[in-house]
């Protein structure tokens, strides 16, 4: 199944299936920064709809060029002249897309470089893990230009950074880097290589059972939608189903013969 992934015949994205299962996506339109058109919004549907049921384990999201995304194709929009209504179901297709990512099931990490700004902060904030470089900003420009977000930073930017810090980026333009960004929840990761890290990250993700991946990587953003109560039950609901699959047999037998890795710091 995971060839008729490969066969979908991307514009935007290029894509790159290991032998471990880690398939690795590339934004590859660096001549406009990577910003998102209509047509990758697309791409990323379709990829993202059939990514659960082909076999992938883990996807590294990473971006050709010096930047990971310019946001929303600001071009495209402009000469699209689009009504809000369009605009309205246009959006509605970037929560397609980046809905299908987060509650998917299947590990993304997001390897980050130069400007993470606006839908494409949308975007990395859709993955699981982010891994920043030296290079990486992250900033909401929106309100500069005269726009507002469209692609769920109300939801994944504010989750990431609390509300008054993705305002404070939409009023003013602030801009995150480095340290601080990692330090205000932007990213999890600020490393020298953020493609070989992601890769790395994505090998050991995948190494985990599908089915526990799918709990991480789909339950815990359902349950955040919950009352306590109800996220309570559904956990164990969940646990039920993922903690007595007949895989996690061998793993558990090695632990109670004392063969199975201990957790250490390093
Ligand atoms: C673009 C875009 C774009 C570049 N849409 N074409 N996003 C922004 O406000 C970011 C806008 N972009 C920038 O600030 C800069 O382009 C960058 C800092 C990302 C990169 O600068 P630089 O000097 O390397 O490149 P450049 O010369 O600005 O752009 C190179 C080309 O990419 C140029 O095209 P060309 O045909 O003239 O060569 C640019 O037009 C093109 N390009 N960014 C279209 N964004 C669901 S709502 C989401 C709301 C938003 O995302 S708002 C967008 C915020």
Redesign the pocket.
Known sequence: MTLDILGFGTKNLTLDLQEDGVLVMTLDRA???N?LNADTIEELVTLFSAIPRAGVRAVVLAANG??FS???????HHKADRSPAEFMHL?MR?HEAFNKMEYGGVPVIAALKG?V???GL?LASSAHIRVADASTYFAL??GQ?G?F???GATIRVAGLVGKARMIDMMLTGRVYKGQEAIDVGLAQYLVEDSLSVALGLARKAAQNLPLTNFAICSAISHMGNMSAFDASYAEAVVAGVVNTQPAARDRLDAFAKGTAARIRPE
């Open positions: 001549a406009k920064r910003a010096d930047h310019a946001g929303l194709d600001l071009v495209e959006c970037w400007a700004v606006g839908g949308e420009p929106e230009r726009l977000t469209g692609g």
